[in-house]
Structure formats: C-alpha cells, structure tokens
C-alpha cells in the first residue's frame, strides 16, 4: 500500500446500524481521510471511458478523490491510468484537459515520460551518471486497471477483488446500458460539467438511488414540464429499488416500462421521433429484442463508490473533502444512434450541471444535508424506509418498493464492511 | 445626422437596454426579464472553449421554450436552488458594437464584460466574464435574440448557477 497519505486513524465502529448512521460521518475530516485510504485509494474506482482515448497518443485529465491522474493510450493500445506527478520533483506533468501527445514533458526540469508512463529522458543525464540510469522513476501507474463494456476501472492497491467480483451484478446494468446502442458501444465525449457541492460525498451517492426524494426536490420541474418521473417513484409504482450488494443500488423502472409497453416511452417519447435510432438497433439485434430493448429502457444504477448512471447521464463523484464534492456529468451518447444522441444532449443539459433543472436543486439539497449535520441532535440520520416491506428477490438481492431506502442501506451496509476496524483486507 | 452620431444613439440604447436586462435578473424579475426576448431566442453558457452547443455540453444551451421553462420552474417558488433566491448584483461595461448581422432582421452584435457578485447562504461567488448578444432592433426597441455568457472559470469547478446570468 505506498499511497498511504496520513496517519490519521479514524472508527466507525458504532456509528452504523441497520436502520440509522451517526451524523459525524458526514462531518469528520477523520471519517474522510479514512475512507480515502480504505475506500478511494484501495476499491475499484470508476476513472474514465475507453472512447475518451480513442486513438495511440490520446490522454484525458481524470482523478481520484483530490488525487490527479491521466488516462492515456500508449502506442501499443493498452488504456492505463498515471499518477499525474512527476517522478522527479513531484510537478503535475500534464495540465491540460485532453489531447493527443507522444509524450509528457515536465516543464519543471524537462524530464520526458510516454504515455506508457515510461522516463524516456531527462536533460544533462551526467548528472545522473548517463542516459537510461533512472529506470526506477518511472510515471508511476495504478496499481491495477481493469475495464467492463469500455468503462476503465483503477485500484490504487495491488491487492484485492478483481474487478467483477467488485461490480458483481452491477456490470450487467452496465452492460444493459451498452446494448441500447446499435453498435454496442458508448461514446462518451460530449465533454463534462463540472459542479461543485459543499457537501460531504455519501450525501449525493445515497440521493442517487433515492426514489423517495424526486416528488417533493423535483416537484417544481414536473410541474411545469410534461415530465412523468414523478409517477415512477409515488406509491402506487410498480417500480422497485435494489440492493445489489458491493454498496451498488438501482431503481429498477423496468416493472413501470414494462406495464406500458411503448418502446422509446423511458426518454418521454417513442419510436417515430428517432426513427433511424430505432431502424439501426432493429437491424442490429432483431425486431424483439429491440422492441424489448427500447421498452425497458437505460439503467439508474449507483456503481459504488463513484459512478452514477442516470438514464441519460453518466455522473462521476469525485470528493476534495469533508464538505466538498465534485459532480463530473456528461451525456450518454449511443455509438449509432445519431438521432437519439442530439435528443439525449439536449435532455441531459437541462437536466444536469450547475444550471440543471434537475441537479442544482439536488446540489441545494446535499448542501443544506451538510448545514443541517452541523446540529448534533438529533444525532442520528434515519435510513428505515421500507424495512418493514423489504423482501428478497429471484438472484437473493434485497429489493423494495420504487422509493424506499434499501439502495441507501446497502450502500451503508457494504461501507461498514470496508472501514471496519481489523476488516481483514489489506 | 453624421454616422458617428447615430452610432452613439445605438450605443446609448444598447446599453441601455444592457443594463435594464441586468438589473431584471439581479431582481428576480421573471417574467420581464422573459419578455425581453425574441421567439427564436437561444440563451447559451458554453462549459468550455471552442464548443458546438449541438453536440457537446453546456452550462446552459435554452432556445426559447426552455427559456419559458425555465422561468416557470423558477416561478413556482420550489425551485430550491433559488428559494430563497441569490442576491445579485452585476456590472455590466466595455459595451461594445461589434457590427451588424447580415441576417434581414438586422441584429446589433454587441460585446460585454460583467462581474457579479452572488451572495447566498453558502457564501459569496464572484461570476465574471464576456457577453455575446444579438439584439434585435424592433418596433417596441430592442429585443434580445441571442445571449452567450462566456464565464472566465468555465474549465473549473462551479457551483450552482441557478439564477438568471
């Protein structure tokens, strides 16, 4: 474990139970260093696309909690995430967004590294005692890649679970994501908002799966909109919300789609309005699977701890820390839906981001969370919601009704497991 | 009339007209601040350098019917990012007449810079940058048919913008 970064040691032990977890876990600059060490800088982290480096010399600027990053397609193809710090002196060596590079030149001293994260070179090298003399300097890189469907995982530990045991039945709704696009693939370089809440990140990751929230925060926009989000999580919704362990949640709208039964009805609309979107995935997987496809529509999935895929959008939470957290949002964009892409932009602006007519209000709520924790009593966030109705599905997942907090207890569930003290894992 | 005194008229009224838009959104002045522009209106915060609106992100990307949204959304007083409301105040100055559109309607393109100042429960954020409009010469004065704010810290980090920029 070499990213160790602070001696702090902080307890969780008897700040989570079953139906209620300790305000203080939102506030402790202890709590947040270590759950960067024993979550962030060990778990499988959500770092980037593989669309976003499509070609040899591609990179993109990404992080982990306040640790800058690179992700990079070297000229032999592979996709690896670099520490973005010089091997030398500790300079970032990159600081621009994205681009495409046969190397990264440190302008601190001009020492030079490929996008495979080798040193190719370094200025005056007698110094040194010659060229090639540095091979233990390196960029240095994440410990462990590993990818799903195109969307590139880090582990900054060498050690642990790989990466599907970490997404477990999670990747099958990535996977239900990817096979929306004709082509089987996601293009995700509409580029990114980037919104900043002062708030604690397990604030936005509880409210992403949240189904209780969305009538009363998002009451405003459904008002005036002809928007029918609402009706998906009221009480008479036959859509469920799913602990799908590992700390991952979904709200499963199938059920409600299902019931309707009109492809292209999950986006508010239907097939005639993205005509060529609907030819291409009808030629690409057969006229029922496409129908099937169509109707029950994109994923609201958390994949813990950081990447939220919200039907249209795809969020990436990125925490500074205690009280700061960074939403990166972007629009899902089908490989082969041309059509459906301009529609999935359009709704994905309005909806996400500083402006969003959805988020900012989000973004409001986990900001007055924040304020609020700042009152010690009472001392305890209450997480029971459907406890008396959770029940077990076909795969063993707890599952509950369309706005209960099962996703939410799963989250705390799978977080106790990795800031336990004497948690066993490395 | 001489053409560097009728270009002193226009400016006069564009700013004018500038300022009065400001001070609608500084006020919270929904539905004023809506009247002010024309049906084929396109309200854009661009999220970086270099962007088509069509087919990357935005801040934010309104034609005229999200425009209308928008202002309904905020009208209903659950809009919590706005309620309470932000108090605002802006500058508006280095107004600039850029030329005239070559479109029948005639737009003034006009140039900008503006510094606000947004003082919210969370603190204070100082908003800064450059105004691209076209204004529509009408019969009822000038209308505005296209709004883009180019905020200096669009690559960055931003909070909640949920107030009329």
């Known amino acids: ?426 | 009339m001489t053409d560097a005194h009728s270009t002193e008229i226009a400016l006069a009224e564009i700013e004018q007209f500038l300022y009065r838009e400001a001070r609608l959104a500084d006020e919270h002045a929904y539905a004023e601040w809506e009247g002010l522009w024309t049906d084929d209106a396109h309200y854009w915060v661009p999220a970086a350098d270099d962007r088509d609106p069509a087919s990357t992100m935005s801040v934010i990307n309104d034609n005229r019917r999200r425009i209308a949204t928008r202002i309904q959304q905020l009208e209903t007083g659950r809009r919590y990012a706005q309620s309470p409301p932000s108090r605002l105040a802006r500058t508006i100055s280095n107004v600039e007449l850029i030329g005239v559109g070559d479109d029948p309607a005639g737009d003034l393109l006009v140039g900008a810079s503006f510094v606000l100042v947004e003082a919210t429960e969370r603190g204070r954020h100082v908003w800064a940058g450059r105004l691209r409009l076209q204004l529509r010469p009408t019969d009822d004065g000038l209308r505005l048919a296209r709004k883009t704010v180019d905020l200096v810290d669009r690559p960055w980090h931003l909070p909640t913008l949920a107030f009329l920029i």
């Open chain 1, 1 to 426: 474990m070499p990213h160790v970064t602070t001696n702090r040691s902080a307890t969780v032990d008897g700040l989570i139970e079953p139906t209620r977890v300790h305000g203080s876990l939102y506030t402790s600059p202890d709590v947040f260093a270590a759950e960067l060490e024993q979550i962030w800088y060990r778990e499988w982290i959500y770092v980037g696309h593989e669309s976003e480096v499509p070609s040899a010399g591609d990179f993109v600027r990404k992080s982990i909690g306040p640790q800058p990053l690179i992700m990079t397609r070297a000229a032999d193809g592979e996709v690896r995430v670099l520490h973005n710090r010089c091997s030398h002196r500790g300079n970032l060596v990159c600081v621009t967004d994205g681009g495409n590079a046969s190397s990264f030149r440190c302008p601190f001293h001009g020492w030079n590294f490929g996008l495979d994260g080798r040193l190719l070179g370094y200025p005056h090298p007698e110094g040194y005692g010659g060229r090639n003399a540095l091979d233990d300097l390196p960029l240095p890189q994440a410990a462990r890649v590993a990818s799903h469907e195109g969307f590139v995982f880090a582990s900054l530990a060498s050690d642990g679970p790989p990466l599907e045991e970490h997404l477990g039945d999670a990747a099958g709704e990535i996977t239900r994501l990817v096979q929306l696009s004709p082509e089987g693939r996601l293009d995700l370089r509409a580029g990114w908002l980037h919104h900043e809440a002062r708030a604690n990140w397990k604030f936005l990751v509880e409210n992403e799966t949240d189904g209780y929230h969305p009538q009363f925060v998002h009451g405003s926009i459904f008002s005036v909109g002809d928007s029918r989000i609402g009706d998906l999580y009221g009480e008479k919704s036959a859509a469920v919300t799913r602990d799908l362990g590992g700390g991952h949640s979904e709200n499963d709208l199938r059920p409600e789609f299902r019931s309707v039964g009109t492809p292209m009805w999950w986006f508010g609309a239907s097939e005639d309005r993205v005509p060529a979107y609907a030819a291409a995935l009808r030629r690409a997987r057969g006229d029922a699977e496409a129908e099937r496809l169509m109707v029950e529509g994109a994923p609201h999935v958390m994949v813990f701890p950081n990447l939220f895929i919200a039907e249209i959008t795809i969020f990436v939470l990125q925490p500074l820390a205690v009280d700061r957290t960074v939403q990166h949002a972007t629009a899902i964009q089908f490989a082969g839906g041309e059509d459906l892409n301009r529609r999935l932009l359009h709704q994905c602006v309005g909806s996400a981001g500083p402006a969003g007519m959805l988020l900012a209000d989000d973004t409001e709520m986990y900001e007055r969370n924040q304020a609020g924790v700042a009152a010690l009593e009472p001392e305890w966030i209450d997480t029971r919601r459907g406890m008396d109705r959770e029940r077990v599905d076909e795969r063993g997942h707890p599952v509950g009704s369309a706005n209960d907090e099962i996703g939410i207890r799963g989250f705390w569930r799978h977080y106790r497991s990795l800031m336990a003290d004497g948690s066993g894992r490395p």
